[in-house]
T-cell receptor, first 112, second 115 residues
């Protein structure tokens, strides 16, 4: 049981490049979340999903897109990376009817 | 919209002493849960304790306990007999179950336990 797995763990991008972060969970969880963590800012919700095929905006959605085509995967896309998107990104999942969230190990993204 | 506020960016405590971390929140939801998560230097997010809003009794987990004041929308974490391994970032979090299902975090408090 792998839990929540984020791919990649580290990445350096040049300004303007695009990339996709993958979050995969093998626990059949209904809800999935993408956060960014910056010093002094805590975890800020980017986008989330309440089920396969659904997505919703969080607190800081600008510059990001997401998709949940399969229940087990939640993709976070950066179409044109900017230095302000340098951050540590966390994915989390949660089962329906339960409140405990399970987190991935994080992805450190640097945009130069 | 739900908001979570942690007013103490950093705190320190001597080993074996007690420390309290503060958290306030704002919501119009009636069915919600509050959490404290711990994030050590490894970056792993660890659930420390959970409180259901409709329960008046404060949650406890070994050395960790909360003071939940629903009317004041306050949710503080008390760590007793602090240990060096308690050194970490602590995040207060909120979820309105059955509502938006958004899991919202505060900015965190960096706790250092000194020997």
């Amino acid at each position: 049981n792998a839990g929540v797995t984020q791919t990649p763990k580290f990445r350096v991008l040049k300004t303007g490049q695009s990339m996709t972060l993958l979050c995969a969970q093998d626990m059949n969880h209904e809800y999935m979340y993408w956060y960014r963590q910056d010093p002094g800012m805590g975890l800020r919700l980017i986008h989330y999903s309440v089920g396969e095929g659904t997505t919703a905006k969080g607190e800081v959605p600008d510059g990001y897109n997401v998709s949940r085509l399969k229940k087990q995967n939640f993709l976070l896309g950066l179409e044109s990376a900017a230095p302000s998107q340098t951050s540590v990104y966390f994915c989390a999942s949660r089962p329906q009817g339960r409140t405990e969230a399970f987190f991935g190990q994080g992805t450190r993204l640097t945009v130069v | 919209a739900q908001t979570v506020t942690q007013s103490q960016p950093e705190m320190s405590v001597q080993e074996a002493e007690t420390v309290t971390l503060s958290c306030t929140y704002d919501t119009s939801e009636s069915n919600y849960y509050l959490f404290w998560y711990k994030q050590p230097p490894s970056r792993q997010m660890i659930l420390v304790i959970r409180q259901e809003a409709y329960k008046q009794q404060n949650a406890t987990e070994n050395r960790f306990s909360v003071n939940f004041q629903k009317a004041a929308k306050s949710f503080s974490l008390k760590i007793s007999d602090s240990q060096l391994g308690d050194t970490a970032m602590y995040f207060c979090a909120f979820i309105a179950q059955g509502g938006s299902e958004k899991l919202v975090f505060g900015k965190g408090t960096k706790l250092t336990v000194n020997p």
